[in-house]
């Protein structure tokens, strides 16, 4: 039978041989090698993203988890609203999504249009809204001295807004808009 050998391990003063770390230990004791390059990346300002409903800019707060999936199979809900375009799978989770331009009275939306689904938070607090195009990173934000008119159905969920290359966007609270919008719905 062959002989198993087990491999040699660098010998430290301060650890056994055959005796494991905790991840965050073994991290400490990284030493780069001395030809690679090390670089630091310090990130002055944190970043935003910002996504369109028809001509209108939103911005998802700070914090929130967010993620865009393509169009999924809806299941739709009888007798909901127009608005709530019904349910999808996600990962598991059934997760409501709505159609903001119905909701803040835009236009409809173009056929050929490419569908993508924005899903706000995880879990069962996940909402998902369809969306023109992927949000977009967004900096240097400059605050705007006064809200311009919003859609009735927003006021209450922008309390400020910014703007950057002539755009507007409105720093959106997503989790009170739909507990209300739902709750309206049930109405």
Not at 133 to 139: H, M, R
Not at 141 to 148: D, E, M, V
């Amino acid at each position: 039978m062959d002989e198993i050998k087990s491999c040699e391990q660098p010998r430290h003063a301060d650890v056994a041989t055959g005796e494991w770390l905790l991840p965050s230990a073994a991290l400490d004791r990284f030493e780069p090698p001395t030809d690679m390059l090390v670089t630091a990346v310090v990130v002055k300002e944190a970043g935003r993203y910002g996504f369109k409903i028809d001509t209108l800019g939103l911005l998802i707060q700070l914090g929130s988890g967010s993620e865009v999936v393509q169009m999924p199979k809806i299941w739709t809900l009888p007798g909901a609203p127009p608005w709530l375009m019904g349910l999808i799978n996600l990962r598991g989770n059934l997760v409501p999504v709505f159609e903001l331009r119905q909701v803040l009275g835009l236009g409809q939306r173009v056929a050929d249009e490419k569908a993508l689904i924005l899903i706000f938070d995880q879990g069962d607090k996940a909402v998902g809204i369809v969306i023109d195009d992927f949000p977009k990173p967004l900096l240097a934000l400059s605050p705007l001295p006064n809200l311009p008119q919003l859609p009735t159905a927003l006021s209450g969920h922008v309390h400020t807004g910014y703007v950057k290359d002539q755009m507007i966007w409105l720093e959106f609270d997503h989790s009170a808009f739909f507990a209300e919008l739902v709750g309206a719905g049930e109405r």
